[in-house]
């Protein structure tokens, strides 16, 4: 078990979803209003074609830079691009021409929010059978716990079975995590975007508008609670070291 531990690169998750997922959609968000179309054009505003090549650059770039370095794909650099073309392609399709938007904006753009920590939730769980579970880029990371040290105790002990049982009911907490996400992203959105004028010439400076507090709130009503929900699975993965291993909370976590 720790061989696949030790040729686990030793990535930064939170800086790995800030840079692939976060900042490529911030960009899109901000820069795809129209400048012909807005009440006061910023210089940023660029339009929707450019802020999808410039929401794509990040996770392109950053993909490629992983690749180089390790030898294998970033899986948050794949969902960076998927997330930047399927809210730069959903812009395309509900933008009309005259500056009015499609009538069925809000429960389109409900499901594409909803689709991201959808396609996470499920990769967590269906990663949990290969040699790189997403639990441990989260959660149970080798920069965080010991886990040479841990797997040494198990093998020791014979405990193997109740060791991958925490780590199997670990990953589906984990993934129900965003699965609670995907629903209060999709209804986030509806209750942002139903009051919308969508014939109204101005509809795409609205939507933008509209578009960045479902940003802002987003992690407000969403975040504070998936980090309450990491927190306690932490806490219940530490308990469940500790009673399986013997180990001391010291001894199971690298000092800092």
């Known amino acids: 078990m720790s061989e696949v531990h030790a040729q686990h690169p030793k990535e930064n998750p939170i800086s790995n979803i800030l840079l692939n997922v976060i900042l490529p959609v911030l960009a899109l968000d901000k820069l795809s209003t129209d400048p012909a179309f807005a009440e006061a054009p910023k210089f940023w505003h660029v339009g929707p074609l450019w802020a999808v090549i410039i929401g794509l650059a990040l996770p392109v770039g950053y993909g490629i830079w992983f690749f180089l370095k390790h030898r294998k794909m970033n899986f948050f650099s794949w969902i960076g691009v998927i997330s930047v073309l399927l809210t730069g392609g959903l812009i395309a399709y509900?933008?009309?021409?005259?500056?009015?938007?499609?009538?069925?904006?809000?429960?389109?753009?409900?499901?594409?929010?909803?689709?991201?920590?959808?396609?996470?939730?499920?990769?967590?769980?269906?990663?949990?059978?290969?040699?790189?579970?997403?639990l441990n880029a989260f959660?149970?990371?080798?920069?965080?716990?010991?886990?040479?040290?841990?797997?040494?105790?198990?093998?020791?002990?014979?405990?193997?079975?109740?060791?991958?049982?925490?780590?199997?009911?670990?990953?589906?907490?984990?993934?129900?995590?965003?699965?609670?996400?995907?629903?209060?992203?999709?209804?986030?959105?509806?209750?942002?975007?139903?009051?919308?004028?969508?014939?109204?010439?101005?509809?795409?400076?609205?939507?933008?508008?509209?578009?960045?507090?479902?940003?802002?709130?987003?992690?407000?009503?969403?975040?504070?609670?998936?980090?309450?929900?990491?927190?306690?699975?932490?806490?219940?993965?530490?308990?469940?070291?500790?009673?399986?291993?013997?180990?001391t909370n010291e001894e199971i976590m690298l000092p800092r």
Do not use: C
């Not at 500056?99 to 269906?126: H, T």
């Not at 009911?169 to 009051?195: C, G, P």
């Not at 609205?206 to 987003?218: D, L």
């Open 94 to 134: 509900l933008w009309n021409s005259d500056g009015s938007i499609k009538p069925n904006a809000a429960q389109l753009f409900g499901l594409k929010e909803g689709s991201i920590p959808l396609v996470l939730g499920l990769a967590i769980f269906v990663s949990h059978w290969t040699k790189t579970p997403l």
């Open 139 to 247: 959660l149970y990371s080798d920069s965080i716990f010991d886990i040479k040290r841990i797997e040494k105790v198990v093998d020791e002990k014979q405990v193997e079975e109740p060791y991958r049982k925490l780590l199997f009911s670990s990953t589906i907490l984990f993934a129900s995590s965003f699965l609670i996400s995907t629903v209060l992203n999709f209804f986030l959105a509806i209750h942002f975007l139903s009051d919308i004028d969508y014939t109204a010439v101005d509809a795409r400076t609205q939507f933008t508008q509209k578009v960045s507090s479902i940003m802002w709130w987003g992690f407000l009503v969403i975040g504070a609670p998936i980090m309450i929900i990491l927190t306690l699975l932490l806490f219940r993965l530490l308990g469940g070291l500790r009673k399986i291993t013997g180990l």
